[in-house]
């Protein structure tokens, strides 16, 4: 069992930046960590992940160059910066966790989930 753990979220307005923060407790043998997010009457879709070993990361094209996905090893966190956020970016995100595959983009292949925490930006 994994459990994750998520902050940071909150409104900000556009053009301002957020950090989010997710750090996983239990089973840490871990293939990737994720971004998702989920806007209302919308689809959950990928953002950002970022494998565990070696650390690479890999972008939902819409936040390429405006998001970075990091991870801290001493604090065992992973972390979203959101920059040049968008009202396009209102949505409840989520922190998810593989345990079998890295790399993907596809919910399927994520098989823990944070609660998720808000992240709003007025237009």
């Known amino acids: 069992q994994v459990q994750l753990v998520e902050s940071g979220g909150g409104l900000v307005q556009a053009g301002g930046s957020l950090r989010l923060s997710c750090t996983p407790s239990?089973?840490?043998?871990?293939?990737?960590m994720a971004w998702f997010r989920q806007a209302p009457g919308k689809e959950r879709e990928f953002v950002a992940g970022?494998?565990?070993?070696?650390?690479?990361?890999y972008y939902a094209d819409s936040v390429k160059a405006r998001f970075i996905v990091s991870r801290d090893n001493a604090r065992n966190t992973v972390y979203l910066q959101m920059n040049n956020l968008k009202p396009g970016d209102t949505a409840v995100y989520y922190c998810?966790?593989?345990?079998?595959?890295?790399?993907?983009?596809?919910?399927?292949?994520?098989?823990?989930w944070g609660q998720g925490t808000q992240v709003t930006v007025p237009s």
């Open positions: 970022i494998r565990w070993s070696g650390g690479s990361a």
């Open positions: 998810a966790a593989s345990t079998f595959y890295a790399g993907s983009n596809s919910r399927d292949d994520y098989d823990y």
């Open positions: 239990g089973r840490t043998i871990l293939y990737a």
